[in-house]
């Protein structure tokens, strides 16, 4: 296969595979109102794609295009040799658009609305390769009505190829044509052809002036069509311009150019759909942009009154969470003197009472103080089965009312302002709002016992290192070591080789109560230790139950939504990149003009 050809292939089918591309974008509906607007373009731009396709290898569509008196009717009379359509110079002739075609052709492959037209069949070699139509003018009074000439030129514009704009040294300014046809030009090629060379003045330079703001003017034609016309009923070919103009038409439109003519049209109109629906959604994004921050700021705002509430709820049972810390804590240490220190430290209470049964002289002291124990016993059972609880009423805290009231007012002011869909926050009810908290906050419930074991295991595993463990028994071996030194020193070295007295009972006591303040020091220090790591993790747990519980916000589908929204303009924005590949891969007929966009991205 010929390399042109495989290229001309392979663009065929990058075109296809982005016109599936943007059906497949084009197939869904979202709640953001600016997204369902491009939306619908699109598919209505596809119907004309498909169209566009459908006619891939049929003739080219060539219409004419220009205001009442800029002679359309004689040019087309002049394309093609003989008198076929009426002409007039004041008024508007063209009431129903005449469509002339070679009688070799099937007008019905050309994919127009033929009751809308005049057909003529006529044998001309401009025809060969592609078909005319005399369009009714566009600078009437009328107004789009129904049957008006406007309608019917808006409703036929669509399936031409190529516009031969016409125009006179009179109306070349005229507003109401160069608005309808900035309209009409996306999608097409163009010829810019002035008429009346018979008696008017060339005004092409500055018409192409006028014109160049807005169109690509690769050239301007001006033609005297009469005179043409005689030329071809002396059977001779027209001279200057128009013999120009019949050699464009003949070449530059010629079957072998209908394939790159049709892409390149269906190619523009893309982009330049493509391209509106671009700009209207940069218009409306920094909507959503600041709904997007809203809705943040709020999930940050009701998570950080929510880390408070519970640091707070868990700080009330600190000292049940020190004690379940301390005998983690002791349980990893095993056995050893500072550990034994621990135990004797967590179990005080246990021991002094236990002490108090050996001064009971009767029953009757036996039972009274067992009753007192016993009572102390429940009173702390109760303490931690309450702290338990709270554990579980974590769930009812930090979203009250008020929160809740204040970010549905916050959120639905932005959401109204992106023109989000109005069911989405509508429904944000307080009620429901209530109903969304519930149900988050039941989604941690039973996780958070868990976590709080975990922070309590953590925290007794970094607590009862080698190294921490090796740094308090050191010092406080250290004191029992000294004063075992000192007694050993005095017993079987002063007594015996230097017959000193032995160590008073005064040395002992001071040595125990030195030691007991030792020991307290030490484990008060430890102590402090793991309670000031113990409220860091409370705080840190807190500020994560909060996280879980606002993971998906009170506002889930607006979140969603502008997730959604974010990720479809950039599936646009990577459609909108290949097309403009596309475009400036495709070559474009040089002698063409085309809306002036497109003739910018080309260069």
């Not at 109102?33 to 939306?39: A, V």
């Not at 295009?65 to 076929?84: E, H, M, P, R």
């Not at 409370?538 to 909060?546: I, R």
């Amino acid at each position: 296969m010929p390399e042109p050809e495989l290229a001309q292939i392979e663009t065929l089918a990058r075109v296809d595979e982005l016109v599936a591309r943007l059906a497949k974008w084009a197939e869904a509906e979202s709640p953001w109102e600016p997204l369902n607007r491009g939306r619908a373009l699109v598919r209505r731009l596809l119907e004309r794609v498909e169209g566009l396709r459908m006619r891939l290898e049929a003739p080219l569509v060539v219409a004419t295009f220009g205001g009442t008196g800029t002679g359309k009717s004689t040019l087309v009379n002049a394309l093609v040799g003989q008198d076929v359509t009426p002409t007039g110079r004041q008024r508007p002739t063209t009431r129903r658009p005449v469509l002339l075609v070679h009688p070799k052709t099937e007008p019905e492959t050309l994919g127009l609305p033929l009751e809308g037209f005049d057909v003529v069949e006529v044998e001309a070699p401009v025809l060969r390769d592609l078909v005319v139509i005399d369009c009714p003018d566009p600078d009437t009074s009328e107004t789009d009505s129904p049957g008006s000439n406007l309608e019917r030129l808006r409703k036929l514009l669509p399936h031409c190829d190529v516009l031969i704009y016409t125009s006179t040294q009179q109306k070349y300014r005229s507003a109401r044509v160069g608005s309808e046809l900035g309209q009409a030009a996306t999608g097409c090629r163009l010829l810019f052809v002035q008429t009346h060379a018979d008696r008017d003045d060339d005004i092409r330079d500055d018409w192409r002036a006028h014109l160049a703001e807005h169109f690509a003017v690769p050239e301007v034609f001006f033609v005297d069509s009469l005179r043409a016309l005689e030329e071809q009923r002396m059977e001779r070919r027209p001279s200057g311009e128009f013999g120009r103009l019949l050699d464009v038409l003949t070449t530059e439109l010629a079957a072998s150019e209908r394939v790159r003519i049709r892409r390149s049209n269906l190619l523009d109109l893309i982009h330049a759909a493509l391209e509106h629906c671009r700009k209207d959604l940069a218009a409306e994004w920094p909507a959503v942009e600041q709904l997007e921050a809203a809705l943040a700021e709020e999930r940050e705002r009701l998570s950080r009154a929510m880390s408070d509430r519970l640091n707070a709820e868990l700080a009330r049972s600190r000292n049940l969470w020190e004690r379940r810390l301390l005998a983690a804590v002791t349980q990893n240490w095993g056995a050893s003197p500072f550990s034994a220190m621990l135990r004797l430290y967590s179990g005080i209470g246990n021991l002094i009472a236990s002490l108090t049964l050996f001064r009971a002289r009767s029953s009757a002291q036996m039972a009274l103080i067992g009753a007192v124990q016993g009572a102390r016993w429940l009173k702390s059972r109760r303490e931690e089965q309450s702290a338990e609880g709270q554990v579980a009423r974590l769930t009812s805290l930090g979203l009250g009312d008020d929160l809740l009231r204040e970010s549905q007012l916050v959120v639905a002011g932005y959401a109204q302002a992106a023109r989000i869909d109005p069911e989405l926050f509508d429904a944000a009810s307080l009620d429901h709002l209530r109903d969304e908290a519930a149900r988050m906050e039941g989604r941690f419930l039973d996780d958070a016992g868990r976590r709080l074991d975990d922070v309590i295991d953590d925290v007794a595993a970094s607590s009862s290192g080698f190294f921490v463990r090796a740094w308090y028994e050191v010092l406080f071996l250290a004191f029992v070591g000294f004063v075992l030194y000192l007694i050993g020193k005095n017993f079987f070295y002063d007594a015996f080789l230097k017959e000193r007295p032995y160590l008073s009972t005064d040395f002992y006591v001071t040595a125990g109560v030195l030691f007991v303040l030792w020991s307290g020091l030490l484990v008060l220090a430890f102590s402090r230790r793991l309670r000031r790591k113990l409220r860091k993790r409370l705080k840190s747990l807190a500020g994560e139950l909060a996280q879980i519980r606002l993971a998906h916000g009170l506002f889930p589908r607006l979140e969603r939504t502008c997730r959604d929204a974010g990720l479809e303009r950039d599936r646009l924005q990577s459609i909108a990149e290949t097309t403009a590949e596309l475009r400036s891969r495709t070559a474009r007929p040089v002698r063409l003009g085309a809306p002036a966009e497109a003739r910018l991205r080309h260069e």
